[in-house]
């Protein structure tokens, strides 16, 4: 396994490189002199295959000792090495290495790790691109060398702020480069980001204009002859755009150019210092200020208080560093001086700066030592409201006084009143038209203004407004139209149908800024009572009479099972998609099953049918678990070679009630599924269409359907796109278009933590979906304390000829053996079975990669991702140590972190420091454990998930191996899952030991011995390989 | 003056008037149109307008775009320059300007330093206009009234005054005005340094030497070498202007690409940026 790091070559560019696990720690020269080769760095013509790029040789200094560099923590090594007693020095090594594109980072190879180095290159990239796509460049003229033309960046405020915030937290191994022999120190930190920054975003610019929709031509057509030679304004206008920047001109023109140039390559450079001015608005009490004795003619808001903007420097690279004017005049800048060598000329600079933005700052600079700006009301206001922006644009730190909120604005608010939720009936369709009440409002933030404070608002006809102990600005003709919208409103209220619950839905659910169209405000909030105001917040799961288990359906339901089957069956009758996100172990399947037989219970079969798509290895279970729990259930698998195709599916379909189907094969046939008009889609492990534009989601976009569910443990495994696939598949529109979702939401909340957006967006989602957790007090109580589950999965093509062909050898073995021999071929027969459906290089020896050739290892991953991604730690049995050494660089590097392995050869000190470690809160969160040395005595609670990757026949031995975290100490549910394949050894001998009858007779003691007593038809049966277990169709 | 020389044939077809090709002069930027860009340095070319003849002050404007400029500094009372003419050895220009005396300057400076806005908008790059008054009020003029003002010489034998490097020094200067308005404070006596040491002594405060932070060596960073730095990025999102917005900021850039501001070229571009 690979651990990559990067770092940024000035000159080169982005440049990466691997340590090996596999290859030697240490090298056998000895010379101390130069840089020797690096002992396990991955070749660059094998780091080139994942990260394609220009091979190099770099002289890295690395953390090392005598004999060779100390691996970086992301290193895994299969076989562990002997930690050196001596600390360790710095020496220079020679490292391969691939120059790479900037996309490569965005391009993650699988079976690798990644170094905080490499996250600091992405950091620094997408710093880069903010600043292209914000504009936030100039172009200039470098000579050496070139000429060539670029995009110089302007790092200015809150820039300023991240830029410092990237150097500082650059990794050394990011300066690792030697940059002369003998150098020991590694570049500036800063000069080297600066650097990097610089040339990503001038590369960024050019990227993003010639993507650009249309052509940008920043030439100005020619209309007539093309002079021989180019204006050299001209051509380097041209090279903005080519990709290498190159000008052609002679000295003198270039010379001309460049002191053209120099008042814009002044831009930025004067605030990109450590400091800048800072501009903070605050109230002042009029009646506590002694500096004010002009009394009441200050006293701007007639209840005692006045408007000031006082005048900081503010440090650059520590925000919260402020020192105000006064004290600079004084001649003490505190922390501050020893940064900037002239405070005061910095002062003044900055706030000749300001002036320009912001012309009203003069008049308070006529005096020896300016320090505020005294500001009247509508000055406060337009400075809240305008001119704060602008200074900030303009690189200018701002504070607002406490209390403010950009976003308490006026606005529309509308009440809602419809029925309560208890009574609503979820069987027939729910009238749409239901709503009982319904009022506009107009509102400040949260709070409705009642008739006094319009009256007093209106009478006020100031810009800034104190309303309720708080300031806010109201524009006095938003006002206006406000109220004249409530009067309109009110007079046809009289005469009109009120708006039915969709259009309230839609109200409550668009974005603001697609309403400005038909209001004069923006809504800043709907009120709704009963079911509406239930679903808008979220809490009609909550607030339904949970339904009995309908008739036809053979499990029992734990209440929260059944409130979940109500909130299906209530957003069903409203015709809403809903997406049921239930913790993994929590029953999904049953409440899907559930609504379907409610919904069939007594209602004519011509209904239509319910399509559900699912990944592969999931189609059995769902064909089962409907058998088992819908027995009344039609159910139909379209799946397979065999499937019915043509003019029959049309008929199948009208015979059944669910049709179930992998989502590879529904892509396939989606013109045929397209022709039916289906009760219902689910998606089973909606997950599968988190990428849009990928094949199976567009496909399924093509469904027609009445209703759609979508079922998932993970609604968003990554990013916020994937939630906008799945909600814009259940309800298509209700988050826009992916652009306006991107912009609205997705680079706001994802790249700038903004709470607000990430605020609408649950409010706008939430409706739709229904999400509890393991720990939720509702479902903890109803859960029993160990749930075991059976996972199925299929054979790779591989693993079942394989299978095919140990089962022919063992058998023709079995049949001509005997006594102690036939027993030995029985056991030896089961153990190479086991092997194949683990691992086929667990049987082959040949070492190989994992890569996707066990459908068992491609399971696990599934459900490790789900298990780490809800924050919990689980701990994984085998009996095989090859497998779990296989396996454990491969997790390591799938999930990024460390996986620790516990086997026969571990000693107690190490073991009791894995245990330790595995317990701490912030530990590894998978631990291999071999059956042998892991199986008893240990007591591991901190796990809440135990998987038995392969099976010992023995249900005590396993039962065991459970109680390591299903034991005293252990405060969650413990999920117990057990890898099972259809049609092979493990599901026959699965179903015997679940059915005891079988086993009656048997007399089972330790161990695995009991098969050997089976008779060779009844072994025959017991390991012959099923069609069932492997599918028929590649996915 | 001496007959050019024989040894250069090339010369011999030349215009007699066509000066010698400077390599490394300075040129000036504007391509048409007025020299000034600022109110302070047209000041000084209106003065030279005054005076001037229409074909002299066009040849020299032609010899300030050239580049026949070697070189031009600000001295106190004089701006000295040599300019690149017909002959061999470049002329020299003497631009003269009475200074100010030192109780003047004394004068000027509390009322610079009592008044922070002159200061401010100095060190933005701007000549505040309200400066004209505050020396008119100690009986000053920052800028020269009519020729009578200023003493020029140039050692050419062109009898006129302002002969064509006069002028070209003129443009030339009126640019480095335009750049640094202190400039103009400089001529008349107070350098830009001294002159804010002394406002800020006036204010009574003390100047301090910054110490540039060094970079740790990397030796000494074993322990955390392949671990990413403390780090609290700001959470803040951008201030929500416009992709072009800069463009309305910047100073004026004095070349035109027949007839459009490079700041209008320019836009569309950087609209474009914030779409993608």
């Known amino acids: 396994m690979f651990a990559v790091h990067g770092l940024w070559s000035p000159g080169r560019g982005l440049l990466l490189w691997a340590e090996d696990g596999e290859r030697p720690a240490t090298t056998s020269s000895r010379s101390l002199r130069s840089a020797r080769p690096h002992p396990f760095a991955v070749p660059s013509a094998e780091l080139a295959e994942l990260h394609p790029g220009k091979p190099v040789i770099v002289t890295l200094l690395l953390p090392s000792r005598r004999s060779g560099p100390v691996a970086s923590p992301e290193l895994v090594r299969s076989a562990p090495i002997r930690a050196g007693r001596s600390s360790p020095s710095l020496l220079p090594w020679s490292v391969p290495a691939v120059i790479v594109d900037p996309t490569e980072l965005d391009d993650p190879a699988e079976q690798v790790r990644y170094g905080a180095s490499v996250a600091h290159l ?62 020991t120190t590694g570049p500036d930190p800063g000069e080297l980001v600066g650097d990097a920054v610089a040339v990503l975003t001038d590369t960024a610019v050019r990227d993003r204009l010639a993507r650009a929709d249309a052509l940008v031509p920043l030439v100005p057509p020619r209309r007539g002859r093309v002079p021989r030679r180019i204006p050299v304004t001209e051509g380097w206008l041209a090279a903005l755009l080519t990709s290498d920047g190159r000008v052609e001109a002679d000295e003198r023109e ?108 003069t008049p308070s600079l006529r005096q020896a030592r300016p320090e505020s700006l005294d500001l009247d009301l509508e ?9 704060a922006a602008l200074l900030l644009g303009a690189g200018f730190g701002v504070q607002l006084p406490a209390g403010w909120d950009g976003g308490r604005r006026l606005g529309l608010r509308l009440s809602v009143r419809s029925t309560p939720t208890a009574g609503v009936v979820t069987r027939s369709g729910l009238g749409r038209e239901q709503v009982a009440d319904f009022r506009w409002g107009l509102a400040v933030g949260d709070d409705v203004l009642d008739a006094a404070e319009l009256d007093a608002l209106v009478a006020a006809k100031a810009p800034l407004v104190r309303l309720r102990g708080n300031w806010v600005t109201i524009d006095p003709e938003q006002l206006r139209a406000g109220l004249e919208f409530l009067r309109r409103a009110e007079r046809s209220r009289a005469g009109r149908h009120p708006p039915s619950a969709a259009d309230v839905l839609a109200l409550a659910q668009r974005h603001p800024a697609e309403l400005a169209d038909e209001l004069p405000l923006p809504v800043t909030g709907v009120d709704a009572q009963g079911w509406l105001g239930d679903l808008l917040d979220g809490t009609a799961e909550r607030s339904l009479e949970p339904l009995e288990p309908p008739p036809g359906f053979t499990a029992w339901l734990r209440p929260y099972q059944r409130r979940g089957l109500s909130w ?29 037989a409610h919904e069939r219970a007594g209602l004519p079969a011509s209904r239509g049918a319910t399509l559900l798509l699912c990944p592969m290895s999931l189609v059995g279970t769902w064909q089962r678990e409907a058998a088992r729990f819908v027995p009344g259930l039609r159910v139909l698998v379209h799946h397979g070679g065999d499937r019915i195709r043509g003019d029959g599916f049309a008929d199948a379909v009208a015979a059944a009630d669910l049709v179930v189907t992998t989502y590879g094969t529904a892509t396939r046939d989606i013109d045929m599924l397209a022709a039916v008009a289906w009760r219902r889609i689910v998606l089973d492990e909606a997950q599968a269409i988190k990428n849009s534009l990928a094949a199976t989601s567009k496909a399924v976009r093509r469904l027609r359907a009445e209703h759609r569910i979508a079922l998932t443990g993970t609604p968003m495994e990554n990013r916020l796109a994937e939630l906008w696939s799945v909600m814009d ?132 991953e599934e459900i490790l991702t789900e298990i780490l991604a809800e924050g919990d730690k689980v701990l994984c049995f085998t009996q095989f140590t090859e497998f779990a050494q296989m396996l454990v660089p491969h997790l390591c590097a799938r999930f990024d972190q460390e996986v620790l392995y516990l086997h026969g050869g571990t000693n107690k000190r190490q073991r009791d420091e894995m245990i330790e470690r595995f317990r701490s809160p912030g530990g590894p969160s998978i631990f291999l454990l071999s059956l042998k040395a892991g199986g008893t005595g240990l007591t591991l609670t901190a796990a809440n998930h135990v998987v038995h990757l392969d099976r010992w026949w023995n249900p005590a031995v396993e039962d065991q191996a459970t109680d390591r975290a299903f034991r005293i100490g252990q405060r969650r549910t413990v999920q117990v899952r057990k890898f099972v394949c259809p049609g092979t050894v493990e599901e026959r001998i699965d179903e015997m030991i679940t059915s005891k009858k079988t086993l009656s007779g048997m007399v089972i003691s330790d161990g695995e011995r009991w098969l050997t007593e089976l008779s060779t038809v009844e072994l025959r049966e017991v390991l012959t390989l099923g069609a069932e277990a492997v599918d028929g169709t590649d996915e | 003056m001496a007959r050019m020389s024989e040894r250069t044939p090339w010369w011999r077809d030349a215009p007699p008037s066509r000066p010698r090709r400077v390599s490394g002069g300075i040129q ?13 340095s047209a000041r000084f070319i209106e003065v030279l307008e005054s005076l001037g003849v229409g074909g002299r002050l066009a040849r020299g404007r032609t010899y300030a775009r050239a580049g026949q400029t070697l070189d031009l500094r600000v001295e106190p009372g004089a701006v000295v320059a040599r300019v690149q003419g017909t002959r061999p050895q470049p002329y020299r220009v003497r631009i003269g300007l009475r200074t100010y005396g030192k109780a003047e300057w004394t004068a000027v400076e509390q009322a610079l330093a009592d008044d922070a806005w002159y200061a401010a908008a100095l060190l933005a790059g701007r000549m505040p206009p309200e400066i004209e008054q505050l020396f008119a009020s100690l009986g000053l003029a920052l800028f020269p009234a009519s020729g009578h003002d200023l003493s020029m010489d140039c050692s050419c034998p062109d009898y006129a005054v302002p002969c064509k490097h006069l002028a070209a020094v003129f443009y030339v200067l009126a640019e480095r005005f335009d750049a640094d308005p202190f400039e103009i404070l400089a001529l008349r006596g107070r350098d830009r340094e001294t002159l804010l040491a002394n406002l800020r ?52 850039f004095p070349i035109e690409v027949r007839g459009h501001r490079v700041v209008d070229l320019l836009r569309p571009a950087y609209r474009a940026l914030g779409d993608g």
């Open chain 1, 122 to 183: 992405r950091e620094m990239l997408r710093f880069a691109d903010g600043l292209a796509a914000r504009g936030r460049v100039l172009p200039t003229l470098v000579r050496e060398p070139g000429p060539e033309a670029r995009w110089r960046l302007i790092v200015q405020g809150r820039d300023a702020v991240v830029f410092d915030a990237l150097v500082s937290a650059l990794p050394p191994v990011g300066r690792a480069e030697r940059q002369a022999p003998g150098a």
């Open chain 1, 254 to 361: 270039l010379d001309e150019l460049a002191r053209a140039l120099e008042p814009w390559d002044g831009v930025g450079t004067e605030s990109a210092g450590p400091a800048r001015a800072s501009f903070r608005l605050t109230e002042v009490g009029v009646l506590d200020d002694p500096a004010a004795p002009d009394g009441p003619s200050t006293d701007q808001t007639g209840d005692g208080t006045r408007w000031q903007l006082q005048f900081h420097l503010q440090s650059a690279a520590d925000p919260s560093l402020l020192v105000p004017a006064d004290r600079i005049w004084g001649g003490g800048a505190g922390k501050l001086a020893r940064l900037i060598g002239e405070p005061q000329e910095l002062l003044l600079a900055e706030l000749g700066r300001a002036s320009l933005v912001y012309p009203a700052l």
């Open chain 1, 379 to 387: 000055g406060a206001a337009r400075f809240l409201t305008e001119d």
């Open chain 1, 568 to 596: 299906l069956a209530f957003l069903s009758s409203l015709g809403l998609g809903a997406c049921l996100a239930d913790d993994m172990g929590l029953g999904k399947t049953v409440q899907l099953l559930a609504l379907e």
């Open chain 1, 729 to 860: 598949f259940l309800n298509p529109g209700v988050l826009g278009s992916t652009e306006r979702f991107r912009q609205r939401f997705a680079v706001p909340v994802e790249r700038y933590g903004d709470t607000e957006a990430a605020g609408l967006l649950r409010r706008i989602t939430r409706p739709y979906l229904l999400r509890r957790m393991k720990t939720d007090p509702n479902v903890i109580d109803d859960l029993p304390e160990k749930i075991e589950i059976t996972q199925h999965y299929r054979l790779t093509r591989e693993q079942a000829s394989l299978y095919q062909t140990v089962v022919d050898d063992m058998m023709e073995k079995i049949e001509g053996s005997d006594g102690i021999a036939r027993r030995g071929n029985v056991l030896a027969a089961m153990a190479k079975l086991k092997q194949v459906c683990n691992h086929p290089a667990q049987l082959l020896h040949d070492g190989s990669e994992i890569g996707r050739r066990s459908g068992k290892v491609a399971r696990l």
């Open chain 2, 28 to 40: 000036i930027h504007t391509a048409r149109g007025s020299v000034a860009q600022t109110w302070w």
């Open chain 2, 201 to 252: 002594a006036r204010r009574g405060g003390t100047a301090q030497a910054p110490d540039a932070p060094q970079a740790t060596p990397l030796a000494d960073l074993l322990d955390t070498f392949f671990v990413a730095g403390p780090s609290e990025a700001s959470q803040l999102p951008p201030a929500p202007t416009p992709p072009d917005a800069l463009l309305d900021q910047v100073p004026a």
